[in-house]
């Protein structure tokens, strides 16, 4: 499959989260978890889109300062969605600074607080010296919290502790890839209409609406978008990444993390201690790198990529990734738990 989404981790996998992904031919890209930012160039700062926080420990949103200051002058706005808590959070954050002569900036920072039961928001503009203007709720069936003719992404919330960490998975809405042979074949004329008509798909794939087409001859033609897409167009599921970290080792995160990580093609998860510190893990509500591996290969991803490293690691920097992959790629291990083993003692 051609890769739509270019994941990256800012500061590798020892330093603080912060997942970069860049949105092929889009010119836009999305930023999971938001800690030390400094490594990204403004050029690619000024891409991001959207924000989606796991949670408001501060090595998860220490970035947002910088962040909020480039953006300040851009004219695109930014949505940040993050767990209960967050809205008064990020108000508080605000509120810190003194803001009296920004009037003129255009920059609009939307916030969307993830609940089970839907999504509370609110808006921050910097010419009204980011005063809280509250929005309507709005629900998310299926978890999805925000969807564009192009990806969604779905929220979960794990437990980290006694506080909610979100894991998130980003979704390409459906891939659509045009055959140029077979335009050829038709005599249809290549061009930005070729564009739209992708677009029309993924919207409304089961439909039948008439489509313009333009032909190599000069003359233009009237085909119906289910059929022309049987002729000139392969339709598949899209990529999907998903994103976990800061999950209490526990049975019902395990069943969550399964479930949404499922077929994944590529699985970003914590591995923050070794597979004999298990019990250190538990009792730091974290993962450890042979539950990352273990789960990614129950799942059924395709790749799996391990951060948020404990720094007790440096000495041995390549351990947690030597084992998550061991426990991935280890086909006779069996469908048991490893979280079981841990729970049972408890
Ligand atoms: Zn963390
Ligand atoms: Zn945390």
Redesign the pocket.
């Known amino acids: 499959m051609r890769s739509v989404f270019f994941p990256h981790l800012v500061n590798g996998p020892f330093g603080d989260p912060a997942l970069f992904v860049r949105l092929a031919h889009r010119g836009e890209a999305l930023l999971f978890d938001c800690g030390n930012l400094h490594p990204l160039s403004h050029r690619d700062m000024l891409k991001i889109s959207a924000v989606f926080l796991?949670?408001a420990?501060i090595?998860?949103l220490v970035g947002f300062d910088t962040l909020l200051r480039l953006l300040l002058y851009r004219g695109q706005p930014l949505t940040l969605y993050g767990p209960p808590g967050i809205l008064a959070q990020i108000e508080n954050r605000l509120g810190s600074y003194t803001w009296n002569l920004v009037e003129g900036y255009p920059f609009v920072l939307r916030v969307c607080e993830w609940g089970p039961d839907g999504c509370r928001q609110a808006i921050f503009r910097a010419a009204h010296g980011f005063a809280c203007e509250q929005e309507e709720d709005f629900s998310c069936p299926g978890g999805v919290i925000c969807a564009t003719p192009h990806y969604r992404v779905r929220a979960v919330g794990l437990d980290?502790?006694d506080?909610v960490?979100l894991a998130f998975t980003l979704e390409e809405t459906l891939h659509v890839a045009i055959h140029k042979d077979a335009l050829d074949r038709h005599g249809y004329a290549a061009g930005p209409w070729l564009t739209e008509f992708k677009d029309r798909i993924r919207k409304a794939p089961g439909s039948n609406a008439p489509v313009d087409v333009p032909c190599r001859d000069g003359t233009t033609i009237s085909i119906g978008a289910r059929q022309l897409a049987e002729r000139i167009a392969h339709v598949e599921d899209g990529m999907k990444i998903c994103y976990v970290?800061?999950a209490s080792p526990t049975a019902a995160n395990e069943g969550r993390i399964l479930e949404m990580a499922a077929d994944s093609h590529l699985l970003v998860i914590e591995a923050t201690f070794a597979r004999h510190e298990s019990e250190r893990a538990r009792q730091r509500?974290?993962l450890t790198s042979w539950m990352a591996g273990d789960l990614a290969r129950r799942a059924g991803a395709a790749r799996l990529l391990v951060f948020h490293h404990s720094p007790r690691y440096q000495d041995v920097p390549d351990k947690l990734e030597r084992e998550a992959q061991q426990a991935f790629t280890n086909d006779s291990l069996s469908d048991l738990s490893v979280f079981r083993e841990s729970s049972e003692r408890e």
Do not use: E, W
Request: a negative charge; hydrophobic letters at 10%.
């Open positions: 796991s949670h420990h090595d998860h980290h502790g506080i960490s970290t800061d509500n974290h």
